[in-house]
């Protein structure tokens, strides 16, 4: 257990339709990343958020948002969906202080289906 | 702009025999990071490697870093069946890491 939630484990929902990840991170961590993973596939890094601000970001596509609160848990929104948009999302934490090195730790993944 | 490439990509081998997984990356990466992803699951800290020279074992799996050569390798000793699993390499930058394809490794009784 790396101690990164992230809710709900499944989702299956319709295209057009609009859903929000949930990610809590490790206690104390001020990062969070997000990926997507389709089946087969490499990871694809979506963003990363640090202390609340937005600090990097990959292949996101405008139909996804995210936002990290002051709480540090984190929320991925996907909306229009598309057929294309089925895949594991995962989360990961990491401590991202000055010096600290970078080592992220994931959570179990959420896995969207969209029918 | 940092690229970390891993080969092989896939890897099919008996239980008994070694292997090795490279992973090459483009451009200065202060540490080199090494997962496992098993079918369906999260992804799995391996080793951490923090400076040149450095080696890391864990079991039947030994990583090391030559940040001379942009190189990364993780050996397979005596691999056994659990060992089957997708590993990815990752290097540092600007506050995220870089991932490899990842290696699909599956080790045949």
């Known amino acids: 257990d790396s101690g990164v939630t992230q809710t709900p484990k499944h989702l299956i929902t319709a295209t057009g339709q609009r859903v929000t990840l949930r990610c809590s991170p490790r206690?104390?961590?001020?990062?969070v990343y997000w990926y997507q993973q389709s089946l087969d596939q490499g990871l694809q890094f979506l963003i990363q958020y640090y202390n609340g601000e937005e600090r990097a970001k990959g292949n996101i596509l405008e139909r996804f948002s995210a936002q990290q609160f002051p709480d540090l848990h984190s929320e991925l929104n996907l909306s229009s969906l598309e057929l294309g948009d089925s895949a594991l999302y995962f989360c990961?934490?990491?401590?991202?202080?000055?010096?600290?090195?970078?080592?992220?730790?994931f959570g179990p993944g959420t896995r969207l289906t969209v029918t | 702009e940092l690229k970390v490439e891993q080969n092989p990509l896939f890897l099919s081998m008996q239980e008994g025999k070694n292997y090795t997984i490279y992973c090459n990356y483009s451009?200065?990466?202060?540490?080199l990071y090494w997962y496992r992803q098993d079918p369906g699951k999260s992804l799995e800290s391996l080793f951490v490697?923090?400076?040149n020279g450095a080696v890391k074992q864990e079991g039947r799996l030994m990583a090391s870093l030559d940040t001379k050569a942009r190189l990364s390798t993780l050996h397979i000793t005596a691999a056994v069946h659990d060992l089957s699993a997708t590993y990815f390499c990752?290097?540092?930058?600007?506050?995220?890491?870089?991932w490899g394809a990842g290696t699909k490794l599956i080790i045949k009784p």
């Open positions: 206690s104390g961590d001020l990062s």
């Open positions: 990961a934490s990491s401590p991202s202080g000055q010096g600290a090195y970078h080592e992220q730790y």
């Open positions: 451009t200065t990466s202060d540490r």
């Open positions: 990752a290097g540092d930058s600007n506050y995220q890491l870089i």
């Open positions: 490697l923090l400076s």
